[in-house]
């Protein structure tokens, strides 16, 4: 069965650069976007970015200048990485699979996600 | 960026009873319009995709539809392990945004 495992560091201090990756086991990433979405304490979920096997990403608008999302097909894992952190990166961070139209899965829904990694920012 | 405004933030219910949240987007996003359900601990879930389109092992009490920018997730008959939160996701711009969440309660 397919599934998505993540890890990554979950302490951070700021200006420090977060770093996660999240591996596909049991499928593979063609055909996919493979995404990353956070969500803080208290707050709503947000879309980070997404990439494709190729390596075409599409980061979040708002965060596209400190955000790098890359993939690593030989390995079938995709990573962030979220420089110079401040307090308000805090977050519980997931990575999840979303099938492109007419290629694989169901398309423009996460249909797996990661278990999630809690990442703190302190001093 | 498209705003999704969920409704209620949170309810009680009581096992049987019939639950329905909404969420309403803020233009129009035809039927590109998820649903996914979240534990503590745990990945969220995807339960309903495309509007109205029941994802592969989701209980069939669980259903959803929409009427232009307000789409509806019900839960038929409110069950021990329902109690979690929903939210809803638009995938009609590819910039994602998500509902702020129902948090549905044990009554």
């Known amino acids: 069965q397919v599934h998505l495992q993540q890890w990554g560091a979950g302490l951070l201090k700021p200006s420090e650069t977060l770093s996660l990756t999240c591996g596909v086991y049991g499928g593979s990433l063609t055909g996919y976007y493979l995404n990353w979405i956070r969500q803080a304490p208290g707050k709503g979920l947000e879309w980070l970015g997404e990439i494709d096997h190729s390596g075409i990403t599409n980061p979040n608008p708002s965060l596209a200048s400190r955000v790098t999302i890359s993939v690593d097909a030989s390995k079938n894992q995709f990573s962030l990485k979220l420089r110079s952190v401040t307090a308000a990166d805090t977050a519980t961070y997931y990575c999840?699979?979303?099938?492109?139209?007419?290629?694989?899965?169901?398309?423009?829904?996460?249909?797996?996600w990661g278990q999630g990694t809690v990442v703190t920012v302190s001093s | 960026d498209i705003q999704m405004t969920q409704s209620p933030p949170s309810l009680s219910a009581s096992v049987g009873d019939r639950v329905t949240i909404t969420c309403r987007a803020s233009?129009?996003?035809?039927?590109?319009l998820n649903w996914y359900q979240h534990k503590p601990g745990n990945a969220p879930k995807l339960l309903i995709y495309a509007s109205s389109s029941l994802q592969s092992g989701v209980p069939s009490r669980f259903s959803g539809s929409a009427s232009g920018t307000d789409f509806t997730l019900t839960i038929s008959s409110l069950q021990p392990e329902d109690f979690a939160t929903y939210f809803c996701?638009?995938?009609?711009?590819?910039?994602?945004?998500f509902g702020q969440g129902t948090r549905v309660e044990i009554k």
């Open positions: 999840a699979r979303e099938g492109k139209p007419g290629l694989s899965g169901i398309s423009d829904a996460f249909d797996l």
């Open positions: 233009q129009t996003i035809r039927n590109y």
């Open positions: 996701q638009q995938s009609y711009n590819t910039l994602r945004t």
